[in-house]
């Protein structure tokens, strides 16, 4: 079982950067592939950003390719997403997610946090 809480969202105007955070509680965090995943107002739920147990396998949605970027701390079991050049389209709530697998659609995870609100004006 893993309990994942995300941090980070906000308020911000377009062009500025945010850094998203997500701690993960269990012993077992480093197994996990983990997942960013936003969805807008009226809007499905779409993949951000996913990076493997190890960090060795990043990917992402050509929205954000060039502007965001994943990466892991397993000491600290946290995931982040670092959010620059923010567009107003950026706007959603934005939730990680984990997997034992690997997987860039939601119905692949096994885990997800509560969200956190992200903003973005123009």
């Known amino acids: 079982q893993v309990q994942l809480v995300e941090s980070g969202g906000g308020l911000v105007q377009a062009g500025v950067s945010l850094r998203l955070s997500c701690t993960a509680s269990?012993?077992?965090?480093?197994?996990?592939?983990l997942g960013w995943f936003r969805q807008a107002p009226g809007k499905e739920r779409e993949f951000v950003a996913a990076i493997s147990w190890s960090g060795a396998r990043i990917f992402y949605a050509d929205s954000v390719k060039g502007r965001f970027t994943i990466s892991r701390d397993n000491a600290k079991n946290t995931v982040y997403l670092q959010m620059n050049s923010l567009k107003p389209e950026d706007t959603a709530v934005y939730y990680c997610?984990?997997?034992?697998?690997?997987?860039?659609?939601?119905?692949?995870?096994?885990?997800w946090g509560q969200g956190t609100q992200v903003t973005v004006s123009s």
């Open positions: 269990g012993r077992t965090f480093s197994s996990y592939a």
């Open positions: 997610a984990a997997t034992t697998g690997w997987g860039l659609h939601g119905y692949e995870y096994d885990y």
